[in-house]
């Protein structure tokens, strides 16, 4: 039980490997940290009533996790540690909201104006959920996990072509995506016709494929465990307790990948002056308000 806890617990360090997207390239940012960095959102761990929220942001760097860069990627993970049940809620980058002390804008520009902690404090005063820990990567980190674990499984119930946006060349079928093939594959937005919404969607499958991979090998050999250790260690920066980690990963042995839902929040398409962007739908606030009470969805 120990190994197995501390195996799923670096699952947690791994989280944002799997949202990497990467843009158009761009100045080379004046400050890089690791490629997976995570630390706490508030001064101390404290979940909630048996509840905890994790904020994943994938940023648009190329090098290293900049702070001063864009979150193309958004998620909150909850666990919940009496149901054990989860959930993974998903935002599209260009979602218009308000972003404390800045006024309105795109959400994935919080973390431009004030970094991860900002990142959180926006999504928190948007939902009202408390986050406990936020994760964040860039380019590198995804690249190199995906490499040392020799690909990801994952089944696609339609093509996923798009040659020249970027670079996707899937068939509907199963597929273990390398590490060039997993990233298009979440960068992939515009042959779906939900654009972003689709992406955000994919991205949090590609997460839960991973949490399967993970409790596949550490159950069928114990020994896999120094293998998950060896990239957390080359991979992750961190910020939080080695008792909080081992916590966590006491959770996350328990949860199944099944009791872990996933849902992006409803959104529809619009502009403010020329930009475009995508407004979220007052029937978010249902999903809020659920995911609050039950950290699942």
């Not at 006024?103 to 005063?125: C, D, F, H, K, W």
């Not at 997460?207 to 991979?213: D, R």
């Amino acid at each position: 039980m120990i190994r197995r806890a501390c195996a799923l617990l670096l699952f947690l360090c791994l989280l944002i490997t799997c949202f990497q997207l990467v843009g158009p390239p761009r100045s080379v940012p004046r400050v890089v940290a690791g490629p997976v960095v995570a630390g706490p959102v508030h001064h101390s761990f404290q979940p909630t009533k048996g509840k905890v929220f994790v904020l994943v942001i994938g940023n648009d760097a190329r090098v290293g996790n900049p702070s001063r860069s864009r979150a193309d990627a958004l998620h909150v993970i909850g666990l919940n540690t009496k149901t054990m049940k989860g959930g993974i809620l998903n935002f599209p980058r260009d979602s218009w909201i308000n972003i404390p002390g800045y006024g309105m804008g795109r959400i994935n520009e919080a973390l431009y104006q004030g970094g991860p902690q900002l990142m959180a404090q926006t999504v928190e005063s948007l939902t009202g959920i408390r986050l406990d820990l936020w994760v964040m990567t860039g380019f590198e980190g995804f690249r190199g996990v995906v490499r040392m674990l020799n690909g990801v499984k994952i089944h696609l119930s339609q093509d996923v072509f798009d040659p020249t946006g970027s670079g996707a060349r899937l068939r509907k079928g199963t597929h273990v995506l390398r590490a060039g093939a997993a990233l298009a594959y979440v960068r992939t937005r515009k042959i779906f016709s939900s654009g972003d919404v689709a992406r955000s969607t994919n991205q949090a499958r590609f997460l839960l494929m991973l949490l399967a991979k993970l409790r596949k090998q550490v159950e069928r050999d114990p020994a896999a465990l120094f293998d998950w250790i060896d990239i957390t260690r080359r991979h992750t920066r961190t910020d939080i307790s080695a008792e909080d980690l081992f916590r966590l990963g006491v959770l996350a042995a328990q949860v199944s990948r099944k009791r872990v839902g996933n849902i992006t929040v409803p959104v529809s398409v619009g502009s403010v002056g020329a930009a475009s962007v995508v407004f979220i739908s007052p029937k978010a606030n249902s999903i809020y308000a659920r995911f609050r009470r039950t950290a699942a969805l």
